[in-house]
């Protein structure tokens, strides 16, 4: 089986952009995961799908971040627009609703915005 | 809410030396699940372990924890440490009444010297 995928790998980005991260989860998998990675604020949780609903969406980056899921195999991240703060690695994880909750991730998107 | 505490930020140690990383947690609920991520530079955080059984020890990949719930309590623990542990290590919690969503701790990063 595959596991998580992401693209890109990389972007870079001017402030005031609009970027647009992309990931398939496990197959199979139900839950969907999207997290912002830094070292001073670890890892950060911004959007949780359960069967393509949206079940939680982190208060804090509501405004800007904008996760969808579009169906069971693919799921973006917009950023819109983009600002130097946001530079950090997203991640994306998948899990199984009949597990005990166990998130495969994938290999993460490093945003830089200038 | 659940919450996972990893008190050390930063353990340094040397090589041969027994790892001891630290996580505590608190849930309301009884049955919980607790996890080992490990991330190594540049890579995603992988499962290392899991468990959810009181006071029995989980081993993988030379690395033990046991879940205490008396205590609310699993600590990652490694005999004698390896330059290749070097990497930065999340626990995370999980339980059935909260849909088996990952709560992480802020994670420890272990340095291990020649």
């Known amino acids: 089986d595959a596991g998580v995928t992401q693209t890109p790998r990389h972007e870079v980005a001017e402030k005031g952009q609009t970027i647009i991260l992309k990931c398939e989860p496990v197959?199979?998998?139900?839950?969907l995961f999207w997290y912002r990675q830094t070292k001073i604020q670890g890892l950060e949780l911004l959007s949780y799908?359960?069967?393509?609903?949206?079940?939680?969406d982190g208060g804090a980056f509501k405004d800007r971040f904008k996760a969808e899921m579009l169906n069971s195999s693919f799921s973006t991240l917009k950023i819109q627009p983009t600002e130097p703060k946001d530079s950090a690695v997203y991640l994306c994880?998948?899990?199984?609703?009949?597990?005990?909750?166990?998130?495969?991730f994938g290999p993460g998107t490093r945003l830089t915005v200038l | 809410g659940d919450s996972v505490t990893q008190t050390e930020g930063l353990v340094t140690l040397t090589e041969g030396l027994p790892v001891m990383l630290n996580c505590t947690y608190q849930?309301?609920?009884?049955?919980?699940?607790l996890f080992w991520y490990v991330q190594h530079l540049n890579e995603s955080p992988r499962l290392l372990l899991k468990?959810?059984?009181?006071?029995k020890r989980t081993e993988h990949q030379g690395f033990h924890a046991t879940l205490h719930k008396s205590s609310s309590s699993f600590h990652l623990q490694k005999s004698s440490a390896q330059l290749s542990d070097s990497a930065l290590y999340y626990c995370a919690l999980s339980d059935r009444n909260m849909g088996y969503k990952l709560t992480f701790g802020t994670g420890t990063s272990l340095l291990v010297d020649p």
């Open positions: 849930t309301i609920y009884s049955n919980p699940f």
């Open positions: 468990s959810f059984t009181d006071n």
């Open positions: 799908f359960r069967s393509k609903s949206l079940m939680e």
């Open positions: 197959s199979g998998h139900n839950d």
């Open positions: 994880a998948s899990s199984s609703t009949g597990g005990a909750g166990e998130q495969y």
